[in-house]
């Protein structure tokens, strides 16, 4: 909770306020989750796998009702139930009946375990537990002629780290676990796009595709958290990355990360497959122009493909649509916040647009924010705050005095944006307070188009509310 | 029922098939998927209301964030309940032990708030780090003049069930301390009422009315210092009778105050409720306007009810709620709307509950105490809903399937409770359930196509 670790440089001496809000020992508001919750989701990005938590039932419940309220999708989190007596003595036990039970109704292809606060603390080792399970002898089958299916785990508590952390060490889990070095290549492209919204995916799986290259996005929960209606439930609904692309994924052509260039831990998965000999790309998310320009040259460079000529139309409509928009955005301020790496990627857009990101906050403790920032956007330096591992009392605090014209970020800012009187334009996750936070676009030009459509508008319409002419043509 | 496992079989049962009778009281299968929570989501729940307290939930962040602000209780004054206050332990903390953190915190936000009360809420790791609560909320208590109460809420000690008893004994901690002169005769307390969409204010609209001095609001609009004077009330009004039940029976053991288990949905209930406070109190002149309060309330309600009637009846519902005191009284204000119940669940019902509601449902109707989504979906597509009652876990699987849903947990922006609740809850059933939306889902295209048997 220290306003910017960042270097001294990054702080603009002008603009720094004559007292900065002391440091706090407690968190009020907080502008992260958990990492239990992270890897939940990254698993339902694998096909047929349920999400497993080992450590009490709330765990699961709270986590469900959390990422229920922003995808409007069901979704299934099993827990090991774990209760007094396995706190005391051990939870082996909830996790093996937990593991047989959900095989035996789910018949998943994969359970992705991750632990919790509460078993890594009294110390359960999973791993010699998941060995027991699958021992010929003394394992599940062999006992209760019950298949064990798939498992990865990542260990997940929720005190050392955030959920974006619990996400990657989730996607590494499963790409340790059954990334195949010795598979044939097959010119697949991993991508680990990080925490994205589910119309993301479907745009990250196009723009790779229209280089001829197939994709592997890892995870992809773009039908699992944005399905169809059914007439009957799927316990398991259709979609995610399959077993084979996870597998293939240990030979392929190139792995991506995107935004793994600030939260550490994220570049785990590709780290893993470099040390297959599959090449690994580090790339900011791609949002605005530059930044997707990083990765469109990217894949021109590895599928020796010019960009698409859609592509190419949608890239002109969007420099278009900023210079359209360009007087309405000038000398206008912005408070981003949210996750690192999609912050990173904001900043990056206002910037390019014209607004000046002038804090850039996230609950994430990479210590890497700020100079990614400034990295990625020389011409900030010395414009932009940027508070690592902030909550929302020190994200008002410093907003009450920056004045900014937009917040950007996601619901959980609303209580300031009322108190404080700043339009908050909403991204990221969650999206508790809208209808369609699965569907918000933010990558691509396409995703650079709605962003920029939205927060324009946004300053046209209080610059017209505010107005006491009140023109109908602004 | 296939997919009921083994070890569950008997947390399902269905109205007049003779089966034996209900489990229920028990901790979660581990590997269901249950819609349950746990212990500190109980305590969370009930002194969550208390609005000029600090709640300081003990533990890494996630507890702290999932319960922030997520709930319709409503302050007609302060909101500090409204933010979210965590020690956001690290893995320092977890090695090194985290009470200097939770003093630090509490000092720090009780000088920032100047609540009236802290409440501190154990989570999972705080008992295995050996973190001694009592003895810390009693130092920082001791040094601010404030009561700091520890709350004994770990999530592993079980079922939301152990979380409600542990915030009961924090209330206790505080009920009997105040001053209590000056208290009517004709006084309550409120005990289970959370004021979601500020329904108690429709209730204590009412007793008011009655000549009924409330008290205290325990879990509802709370406030210290009435929470503190409670003992001096004469009667305890308990709703939402698994969450408080428990701490009526403590004041009566203590105090000798009686209690009535009460229930505000639904005509019926709501009037029920009145007339057995207006009884206890054997005052001739308060059971009069009683009387015409009901009338007065029935003749503005009836006519809403009747008009939804007209578009409900026959239609199916499914309930699956916290608490069996609420799944009773929807069972009979979906009568009222011509709505019969398919599926009643209440998850944190007691054995008497579970009789009572077979007793009440039709034949046929089934009965389930914890449940999970795979199971819930076959009873929605076995009995045929048209409306599913539940929260916010449920409404996804609801919309999925093509059913409509009210939310009646404790998100809800709506009054439900009241007269005017229970017009309230008629128009939004029609609202959901009429909608043309459904049109287009599959299971209602495949049974105007005649094309899928099963639905």
């Known amino acids: 909770m220290v306003i910017s670790n960042a270097p001294r440089a990054l702080v603009d001496q002008d603009r720094a306020p004559s007292r900065q809000p002391s440091r706090s020992t407690s968190t009020t508001n907080a502008c992260r989750m958990c990492m239990p919750l992270g890897a939940c989701l990254a698993y339902t990005g694998f096909e047929g796998t349920v999400p497993f938590l080992h450590g009490s039932q709330g765990c699961a419940t709270y986590i469900r009702r959390y990422l229920i309220s922003h995808f409007s999708e069901p979704m299934d989190i099993a827990s090991s139930s774990v209760g007094e007596a396995a706190t005391v003595f051990g939870g082996e036990e909830n996790l093996r009946t937990g593991i047989a039970n959900v095989a035996r109704v789910y018949h998943p292809s994969m359970i992705g375990l991750a632990s919790t606060c509460l078993t890594e603390t009294i110390g359960e080792d999973v791993p010699a537990m998941i060995a027991r399970l699958r021992d010929p002898d003394e394992g599940l089958q062999a006992t209760t002629g019950q298949p064990v299916p798939r498992l990865a785990f990542a260990p997940t508590p929720s005190y050392a780290g955030t959920h974006a952390d619990g996400f990657h060490a989730a996607v590494a889990a499963v790409v340790k676990a059954y990334a195949d070095a010795d598979a044939a290549p097959n010119g697949q492209v991993n991508v680990f796009p990080g925490i994205v919204s589910a119309a993301d995916l479907r745009h990250l799986n196009e723009i790779v595709g229209a280089y001829g290259l197939p994709s592997a996005l890892m995870p992809d929960y773009s039908d699992r958290m944005d399905g169809v209606t059914v007439a009957r439930y799927e316990k398991l609904p259709a979609g995610g990355t399959t077993a084979a692309a996870v597998a293939a994924s240990g030979s392929a052509l190139a792995s991506i990360t995107l935004g793994g260039m600030v939260t550490p831990g994220v570049e785990l998965a590709g780290r893993v497959l470099a040390a297959h000999a599959v090449p690994h790309y580090h790339l900011p998310l791609p949002i605005g122009i530059r930044l997707t320009d990083q990765l469109t040259d990217l894949l021109g460079e590895l599928s020796g493909r010019a960009m698409p000529e859609w592509l190419v139309a949608e890239r002109g409509r969007l420099v278009d649509a900023y210079i359209d928009a360009h007087k309405y955005a000038m000398d206008r301020t912005a408070i981003v916040f949210g996750d690192e790496d999609l912050v990173v990627g904001l900043a990056s857009f206002v910037a390019e647009i014209g607004i000046t990101p002038v804090l850039v906050a996230s609950g994430g403790r990479s210590g890497r924010l700020a100079a990614e920032i400034t990295r990625l956007n020389p011409t900030l330096e010395g414009r932009v705050e940027v508070l690592d591992d902030g909550d929302f009392t020190e994200i008002e605090a410093r907003a009450s005095e920056l004045k900014p014209d937009l917040l950007i970020g996601h619901s959980k800012g609303y209580p300031t944006s009322r108190r404080l009187d700043i339009p908050l334009v909403r991204v990221g996750l969650p999206i508790h307070d809208r209808v369609g936070g699965q569907r918000i676009k933010h990558l691509g030009y396409r995703g650079a188009q709605d962003l920029l459509d939205r927060v324009v508008n946004t300053l046209i319409q209080r610059r017209q509310d505010t107005s006491p002419v009140g023109y109908a043509y602004m | ?455």
């Open chain 2, 1 to 455: 029922m296939s997919e009921v496992l083994a070890a569950r079989a008997r947390q399902v049962t269905r109205s007049g098939d003779g089966k034996a009778p209900i489990d229920c009281e028990k901790q979660s299968v581990a590997g269901s998927v249950s819609q349950r929570a746990c212990t500190f989501c109980g305590s969370r729940v009930v002194l969550y209301p208390i609005a000029d307290a600090l709640h300081l939930v003990h533990g890494p962040i996630g507890c702290a964030v999932y319960t922030w602000d997520i709930r319709g209780a409503l302050s007609s004054g302060p909101e500090l309940h409204r933010l979210s206050f965590s020690t956001d332990l690290r893995e320092r903390h977890v090695v090194f032990g985290g009470e200097r953190q939770l003093t630090e915190s509490l000092l720090e936000l009780i000088e920032r708030h100047h609540p009236n009360a802290a409440f501190v809420y154990g989570t999972c790791i705080v008992g295995v780090i050996g973190d001694d609560l009592p003895a810390v909320c009693k130092s920082v208590s001791e040094q601010t003049g404030i009561p700091v109460i520890p709350v004994q809420s770990e999530g592993f000690q079980g079922s939301k069930k152990q979380g409600y008893d542990a915030a009961c004994e924090a209330l206790l901690a505080l009920i009997g301390t105040g001053d209590t002169t000056g208290i009517s005769t004709h006084s309550v307390n409120i005990l289970g009422d959370f004021n979601l969409a500020g329904e108690i204010w429709i209730i204590t609209e009412y007793l008011k009315r009655m000549g009924v001095e409330v008290v205290a609001n325990l879990t509802g609009d709370g406030r210290v210092a009435d929470i503190r004077r409670a003992h001096g009330a004469s009667l305890n009004l308990v709703q939402c009778s698994g969450s408080t039940t428990k701490l009526a029976m403590k004041m009566q053991a203590i105090y000798g105050i009686p209690f009535k288990k009460v229930s505000y949905f639904g005509i019926d209930d709501m009037a029920g409720a009145l007339y057995a406070i207006a009884e206890h109190f054997k005052d001739p002149e308060l059971l009069r306007r009683t009387r015409e309060l009901v009338a007065e309330e029935i003749a503005q309600t009836l006519p809403v009810v009747e008009d939804c009637r007209r578009d409900l009846e026959g239609k199916r519902a499914a309930i699956y709620v916290g608490g069996a005191f609420k799944a009773i009284s929807l069972v009979k204000a979906l009568r009222l709307l011509g709505m019969t119940t398919v599926l009643v669940g209440s998850q944190t019902g007691t054995p008497e509950d579970y009789e009572y509601l077979t007793e009440l449902c039709d034949p046929g109707t089934v009965i389930v105490d914890d449940s999970n989504p795979a199971e819930l979906s076959t009873f929605l597509a076995e009995g045929k809903a048209d409306l599913f009652i539940g929260g916010v876990k449920e409404r996804p699987l609801a919309y999925k399937l093509g059913v409509a849903f009210c939310d009646h947990n404790h998100e809800r922006k709506l009054p439900l409770e009241g007269f005017i609740g229970m017009a309230n809850f008629a128009r939004e059933v029609r609202g959901s359930v009429c909608s043309p939306v459904w049109q287009f889902a599959p299971r209602h295209q495949s049974a105007a196509l005649g094309t899928d048997k099963e639905l």
